[in-house]
């Protein structure tokens, strides 16, 4: 029956909502195209690459954290009097409905005191905190930069 | 590195850069002049000014070790995490391209402007990751100010960094050296591996032996 067919579909709907829900709150803001350059041997310094995509709204990578080092660190580049410097941000913006790539001579995060060698073919777990967002925790993969 | 050599080391990148653009304003105005696909070719290669640095083996090495060869020289520091990895890359990538075409003597080397934290045996280490040929120079900093204000080049160390894992600001060009031990040509970021070895093999191609040539 009509009705019944009604009340079939809109549970099928509360059902799929249900599932949806949560699934789309967590992938407000989802980490792409990420990788962690292999170090050199003795390196104490690392660099991490992503980007991020922010499908909320208004928010900002605010700071990281991994197991494999000291410390993370939020880190541009900036150009001055004809020199490359990294300095450390903050935070780095989220538009809504935009993103934010760190990527190799820009921003970056910013690893020191690595407590072992990054290995190409390794992954390394890195904890992202947002302004807003609850905090993302993705597995990163190692790769040699040698060729980029 | 103190304020007033940041200055003068400041004041050395704008002449140099200023000189590059006269060569280059020159070269559209009076005939061909040099052809850089990469880079600037300097009009007149500059002689190194005689200095003292140690090499990745400990050893003296000073403007002498710079002849009879091509060698193409990045400054940066081993614990910069991004750029000089990134440029070091390239090196590696203009060796293997080189090698591939042709039997040119091509060198390649790290300065490292952070002697403090970059001793010979962390520079061997680190170049030979990129490639197994590639060597580290470094040394005291008035004697590595002799060889980046020659080849146009900038850094500043913290005067006083609060722990073991500063950063090290630094510009970041490729600098040629050609067989007689002049600056021949400078390659700016960002880096085009494949131009800059088509213009190695062009600029090897003239074969300049030490003390002869124009």
Redesign the interface.
Known sequence: MYPARSLNLFLHLLVAAALCGPVTALADIAVEDAWARATPPGARTGAVYLTLVNDGKTDALVAAATDAADRAELHTHVHENGMMAMREVGAIELPPGGEARLKPHGDHVMLFGLRGPLVAGETISLTLEFASAEPLTVEIPVRDGRSR | MNGRT?LVA?VA??AF?LGIWVTLQQGDEFGPGPEPTGGYVLDQPRPLPAFELVDEQGAVFTQADFQGHWSLLYFGF??????C??A??VM??VKRELDEVDDLDDRYYLVSVDPDRDTPE?LA??VT??DPAFRGVTGAFDQLDIVTRAAGA???VPEAPAD??Y?V????TLTLIDPRGRIHAIFT??FDAAAIARDLERLGAQDLEPGVGP
């Open positions: 940041a400041l990148v704008v850069g081993t614990y910069c995490p991004d750029i990895p990134s070091l890359g590696a990538e962390r280490e680190y990751y990129f900038v850094y500043k073991e894992d950063l600001a630094h510009s970041s970021s960002p």
